[in-house]
């Protein structure tokens, strides 16, 4: 099968890797030039628990990519999913799948102006990567994949889709309500990566705050209201339990969300698509949701401080 990663940062090189591996002909579309030129010369390095490894893989900035692909996995930043997308419409036609398992709301809407419905598959994935340098990544544990067809049919595409990416050792699931589990990672995310980042620390930390259950009942509680008026059933003991479940640091206790490391790095989070999109949700259906709009506004501050500051930096 051909396949091409559509941004292939941390998560795209892995999922890539992966396929790649399993016999694939793939190829990691991405606009990070020095990171591309370090694949192509020295292959992608995959670093895990148990060592590292080289992978040779085709890597290329979106233009070179000259033949019509089977399946387009999306893996860019949520706020770069649209810009991204167009320029990748050279090798998607209408019989190309295209899945999208990032984080965040509003990835469906964007990608529905361009692909066929029939061909768009949504889903949520829980393995965990960083990206250390160009053509460098470090390869967390691992995950499992729900995939579904957006529009919930059970297709042959779909599970032949779900046989791919197990073969490639992926745990993958066809799931019947995946805008469920979108949402529960949404509201995880809307949790941690923000405190994580605000308070820049890590996972097991700003889970122990001896009132840590007060402040993410009112966060969590906004969202599975916002959830409910677009139709989406949520269930809050089920989203504390994600949340309470990764604080040990034989989970993820030790871990940096990467809208810190994004932050530390000068880099825009997602911050619109997680609790920003929640808060533009809200205005629709006319619900209150001061903590998400509280959350949404430090983390735009903490990102324009950083910025005038490197402005600041440079003048000197
Ligand atoms: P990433 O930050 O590793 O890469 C995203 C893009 O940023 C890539 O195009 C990459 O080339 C570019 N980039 C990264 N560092 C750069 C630098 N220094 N200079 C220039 N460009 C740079 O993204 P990711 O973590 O793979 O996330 C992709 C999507 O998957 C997001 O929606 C994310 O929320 C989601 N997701 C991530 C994880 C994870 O563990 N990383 C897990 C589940 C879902």
């Not at 090798?91 to 361009?114: A, H, M, Y």
């Not at 419905?117 to 393995?127: A, H």
């Not at 197990?166 to 066809?174: E, L, P, S, W, Y």
């Not at 959830?227 to 339990?241: M, P, Q, T």
Request: proline share 3%.
């Amino acid at each position: 099968m051909k396949i091409a990663i559509a941004g292939s940062g941390a998560m795209g090189c892995r999922f890539g890797a992966l396929l790649k591996e399993a016999g694939h002909d793939v190829i990691l579309v991405d606009e990070w030039a020095i990171h591309i030129e370090a694949i192509n010369q020295r292959g992608l390095e995959i670093r895990n628990e148990t060592g590292s490894r080289f992978l040779p893989i085709k890597a290329c900035l979106p233009p070179e990519v000259t033949e019509i692909m089977d399946l387009v996995i999306v893996f860019t930043k949520a706020m770069l999913t649209d810009a991204l997308m167009q320029k990748c419409q050279h090798f998607i036609n209408d019989r190309t799948l295209v899945l999208t398992l990032q984080n965040g709301l509003g990835n469906i809407e964007i990608l529905e102006k361009s692909i066929p419905r029939d061909n768009l598959i949504v889903g949520v994935t829980t393995y965990g990567t960083e990206l250390l340098g160009p053509g460098i990544i470090q390869a967390f544990g691992s995950g499992h994949n729900q995939i579904m067809q957006v529009d919930g049919k059970v297709t042959d595409d779909i599970k032949k889709l779900a046989e791919i990416l197990i073969f490639a050792g992926m745990d993958t699931k066809v799931s019947e309500n995946a805008f469920s589990e979108i949402w529960n990672k949404v509201a995880f995310n809307s949790v941690l990566n923000t405190l994580c980042t605000l308070m820049e620390n890590t996972v097991g930390a700003v889970g122990h705050y001896s009132r840590f259950h007060e402040v993410i009942d009112h966060i969590v509680e906004e969202i599975i209201e916002v959830g409910y008026a677009e139709g989406v059933s949520l269930n809050k003991d089920d989203i504390f339990k994600m949340i309470i479940n990764v604080i040990p640091p034989d989970m993820a206790g030790n871990h940096l969300p990467s809208m810190y490391q994004d932050m530390e790095n000068n880099r825009q989070t997602e911050i619109d698509f997680l609790n920003g999109a929640i808060v533009n949700l809200a205005k629709k259906h006319n619900i209150a949701v001061p903590m998400n709009l509280l959350i949404t506004h430090l983390i735009k501050m903490k990102e324009e401080i950083r910025f005038y500051q490197s402005q600041q930096e440079v003048k000197k």
